[in-house]
């Protein structure tokens, strides 16, 4: 596997993977690979011909309260786990690299971004837009693979292609992957780490609540009573708060009362000793 930190490098060396036709996937992430980040590889691996991974702790998508200092960075752990699974190119840059002096641009997607995590982290989607946006000129693949773990900012991502024309001629295809979960339900994620074992062993409550919140809601129980008591529960397990804990359209994200016939998704966010913690799941209208 070849590493480049600097554009230059990058675009020699993916002019190059590029020379025979070869289709080009890009797995974007911020390092702290897990078992979830691999499961993009291997999908992007089954569908393209080389796979270009990023890692790129993105500070513009941090707000000031946030754990950018503290987010876990491993950069020669994750460089193993990558070239094990077969991944052609890494593409690590500074900082600097991404954000040189005098970079002003910022990409904001109304709609899709403004409820849900884009309530409690403002300018959080406004981040995650601008430096998906570089890495996909930069890169210019043929398909991107992001996890359904991140269910708002994968329709926020959609949205920005669509309308910035990215999907041609280069992102022929913005795939979602279904989230991996640990063997009790918990939803991978780089920030489970940070769980003490008691909030860890509390946390599985979240996936379990909501499904039991889902049986009900497809069984035709009123949506608002019973995310009332999904909320109750993930309280009473030990949760500090609970963010939102909304049905929503899955493609619009906005919030139903009642389900409508088209598909709709169950979104939670909720704080466990210093974690947030998000997940989503389908709900059968
Ligand atoms: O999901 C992530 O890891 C990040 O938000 C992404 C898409 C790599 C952008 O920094």
């Known amino acids: 596997m070849q590493t480049a930190t600097t554009l230059d490098v990058l675009r020699t060396s993916i002019a190059k ?13 911020m390092g702290a690979l897990h078992e979830g980040h691999l499961t993009l590889i291997r999908r992007a691996r089954e569908e393209c011909d080389s ?50 002096d005098g970079f002003v641009t910022s990409i904001s997607v109304s709609g899709v971004s403004e409820g849900l995590c884009g309530a409690a982290r403002p300018g959080h989607f406004d981040g995650v837009a601008t430096v998906v946006n570089k890495l996909f000129n930069q890169v210019a693949p043929d398909m991107a693979f ?21 999907t041609r001629p280069h992102v022929h295809s913005i795939v979602g992957v279904p989230t991996v979960r640990e063997s009790d339900g918990l939803a991978m994620s780089s920030r489970n780490r940070y769980l003490s074992e008691g909030d860890r062993a509390a946390a599985t409550t979240l996936p379990q609540s909501m499904k039991t919140a889902i049986a009900r809601i497809e069984d035709g129980e009123p949506v608002a009573p019973v995310l009332a008591a999904l909320e109750g529960e993930l309280l009473q397990a030990g949760f500090a708060s609970v963010d939102y804990a909304v049905l929503a359209d899955s493609a619009s994200l906005a919030p139903l009362e009642r389900l409508s016939g088209s598909p709709a998704r169950l979104l939670v966010a909720a704080r466990i000793g210093t974690t947030r913690l998000i997940d989503n799941m389908a709900v059968c209208a």
Request: hydrophobic share 45%.
């Open 51 to 100: 796979v270009v991974a990023s890692i790129f702790v993105n500070p513009t998508q941090f707000g000031p309260n946030e754990d950018l200092d503290a987010y876990p960075r491993q950069l020669a752990e994750d460089a193993a786990m990558l070239e094990a699974e077969g991944c052609a190119f890494l593409w690590a840059p500074e900082p600097q690299e991404m954000y040189p």
């Open 17 to 29: 993977l590029r020379e025979n036709g070869a289709r080009i996937g890009l797995v974007p992430t």
């Open 146 to 166: 992001f996890g359904e773990k991140d269910f708002q900012q994968l329709a926020v991502i959609r949205a920005m292609a669509r309308d910035l024309d990215l």
